[in-house]
């Protein structure tokens, strides 16, 4: 696999984790039933672990693929803080 085929892996399971874990903090913050705690706390982790993953892949990308991460990765720690806080 490529360097860029590789980033691009990440970045989208990235926006994957994103998706998921927004609609989670949604039925989360509308008290769902469904939503149980480790769910909930599963998607918090998927969170992380891409945010470490996009973190590791940064160091060996260039200027204009750091910038494109960079803003996925502002994405995560945004949708973090909503969980976190809310």
Do not use: C
């Not at 998921?20 to 599963?42: D, F, H, M, T, W």
């Amino acid at each position: 696999m490529t360097e860029h085929e590789s980033l691009r892996t990440f970045l989208n399971r990235a926006e994957q984790v994103i998706e998921y874990a927004s609609k989670q903090n949604e039925l989360y913050n509308r008290q769902e039933p469904q939503v149980e705690a480790a769910i909930y706390s599963g998607a918090q982790q998927q969170l992380e672990e891409a945010y470490l993953d996009l973190q590791k892949v940064s160091n060996s990308a260039t200027p204009q693929q750091r910038e494109e991460i960079q803003r996925v990765m502002a994405r995560i720690l945004d949708l973090q803080n909503d969980m976190i806080i809310e």
